[in-house]
C-alpha cells in the first residue's frame, strides 16, 4: 500500500512498513532520544540493525534538544545516513506542534545540506512520547509541504508507518493536505 504526492518537484509517499529495510532511500530518520543512546521503538530497530558503531558516533553529537536534527552514518544499515531527530514529549515540551515541525524541517534541511536526494521519516514522537497520531500526520506532513519549495537536492521524502493504523491516519491526513495545497 502506497499513498503518494508531488509537491513542487518533491515526491511525498507514504507506505506501511520498516524503516530499517529501506533499501531505495539515502537517509532514513531515527526517532531519538536526547542522550542518541540505544533505545526502544524505532530508535532500538534502527540501532540493532546499524550494529554498534551509530551508537558510537551518536553520542558523540549529544546532548540534542527536541526539534534538533544531527546526522551520522548508516552503518549496517542498508542507506548511507541516518538523521537522528528528538520528537518533543506530548504534554511536557511546549509548543509541541513548533517543535514537531522542527523535526522534520531541521531533518530536510540537514539531508538538502548533504545533498541528499531520498529521506525516509517514521512518525516521530507518536510511540512513547505519546504524540497523538492524527494531530502528528498533520504537523508533519504540513512541515514537509512547506519545506518543499526551498529544497534543491532532496527529490523524495517517505513516511514509512508501522502498522495499518498510522499508515490509514498519515495517508488520509496526505490527500486532506494535497487538497488544500
Not at 500500500?1 to 509537491?7: D, E, G, L, S, Y
Request: glycine share 8%; net charge neutral; aromatic share 8%.
Amino acid at each position: 500500500m502506497v499513498a503518494n504526492t508531488t509537491i513542487g518537484g518533491l515526491v511525498i509517499e507514504v507506505v506501511q512498513g520498516d524503516i530499517t529495510v529501506q533499501n531505495d532511500m539515502a537517509a532514513i530518520v531515527n526517532a531519538a532520544n536526547a542522550k542518541l543512546r540505544r533505545g526502544g521503538g524505532v530508535d532500538g530497530a534502527i540501532h540493532r540493525v546499524a550494529g554498534p558503531q551509530l551508537e558510537q558516533e551518536a553520542v558523540k553529537l549529544a546532548p540534542i534538544s527536541p526539534g534538533q536534527a544531527v546526522i551520522t552514518a548508516a552503518y549496517n544499515l542498508p542507506n548511507r545516513y541516518v538523521i537522528h531527530c528528538l520528537g518533543p514529549v506530548y504534554g511536557r515540551d511546549y509548543p509541541e506542534a513548533e517543535l514537531l515541525a522542527a523535526c522534520y524541517r531541521n531533518a530536510l534541511q540537514l539531508a538538502d545540506r548533504h545533498e541528499i536526494e531520498s529521506i525516509a521519516f517514521p512518525a516521530i514522537s507518536t510511540g512513547v512520547f505519546r504524540y497523538p497520531m492524527q494531530a502528528a500526520a498533520a504537523v508533519s506532513l504540513q512541515a514537509v509541504f512547506e519545506s518543499a519549495p526551498g529544497l534543491q537536492h532532496v527529490k523524495r521524502v517517505r513516511f514509512v508507518l508501522f502498522d495499518n493504523h498510522a499508515f490509514q491516519v498519515f495517508s488520509h491526513e496526505l490527500k486532506v493536505l494535497q487538497g488544500n495545497w
